[in-house]
Antibody, heavy 122, light 107 residues
Framework: QVQLKESGPGLVQPSRTLSLTCTVS????????VSWVRQPPGKGLEWIAA???????DYNSALKSRLSISRDTSKSQVLLKMNSLQTEDTAMYFC????????????????WGPGTMVTVSS | NIVLTQSPATLSVTPGESVSLSCRAS??????IHWYQQKSNESPRLLIK???QSISGIPSRFSGSGSGTDFTLSINRVESEDFSIYYC?????????FGAGTKLELK
């Protein structure tokens, strides 16, 4: 069955770089897109970035200068790097799947991982 | 950026009532709106795609409507398991955005 699972360091110091991994199973990264979405404690959802089935990427323009999304199809993993972390980046980080129809991303998220909590603190 | 405004922020109801949750977009987005349910300490779950299209496995009491700028998620006869937060999300722009959510709580 379709599964996504996030992994990360848990605690990151301010100004450092965050590296997150989303490991997927039950589908191919060459057929579906994967996005990262975050949620600060007690707050709403914010879309961060996506990598699509063909390897193209999209970023939240407010965060773009700090982000890099990539994938390793042989490992079924999507990687997110975010630099210059600040306390306001403290959040639950989710990865989620999107269907791609003939190369066109259908922009809804049909499966989500359980999330990984990232705390930015010295 | 396309801003989605959800109302009300909180809705207090008793089981068996039927409710409507609103999502308004800052510009016309056709039917590129999707609805999610998020229970406490869980990841979101897709309820409705493209304004009104149903999702396999989602109870039929959930339905969606609207186009352009005004959208509605309706729950027919709320059940106890429905008390959670509901988010709308747009995919008209490649910069996807979510609404702030409506909390459905027990009166």
């Amino acid at each position: 069955q379709v599964q996504l699972k996030e992994s990360g360091p848990g605690l990151v110091q301010p100004s450092r770089t965050l590296s997150l991994t989303c490991t997927v199973s039950g589908f191919s990264l060459t057929s579906y897109g994967v996005s990262w979405v975050r949620q600060p404690p007690g707050k709403g959802l914010e879309w961060i970035a996506a990598i699509w089935s063909g390897g193209s990427t999209d970023y939240n323009s407010a965060l773009k200068s700090r982000l890099s999304i990539s994938r390793d199809t042989s490992k079924s993993q999507v990687l997110l790097k975010m630099n210059s972390l600040q306390t306001e980046d403290t959040a639950m980080y989710f990865c989620a799947r999107s269907y791609v129809y003939y190369g066109f991303p259908l922009g809804y998220f049909d499966f989500w991982g359980p999330g990984t909590m990232v705390t930015v603190s010295s | 950026n396309i801003v989605l405004t959800q109302s009300p922020a909180t809705l207090s109801v008793t089981p068996g009532e039927s409710v409507s949750l609103s999502c308004r977009a800052s510009q016309s987005i056709s039917t590129s709106i999707h609805w999610y349910q998020q229970k406490s300490n869980e990841s979101p779950r897709l309820l409705i795609k493209y304004a009104s299209q149903s999702i396999s496995g989602i109870p039929s009491r959930f339905s969606g409507s609207g186009s352009g700028t005004d959208f509605t998620l309706s729950i027919n006869r709320v059940e106890s398991e429905d008390f959670s937060i509901y988010y709308c999300q747009q995919s008209y722009s490649s910069l996807y955005t979510f609404g702030a959510g409506t909390k459905l709580e027990l009166k």
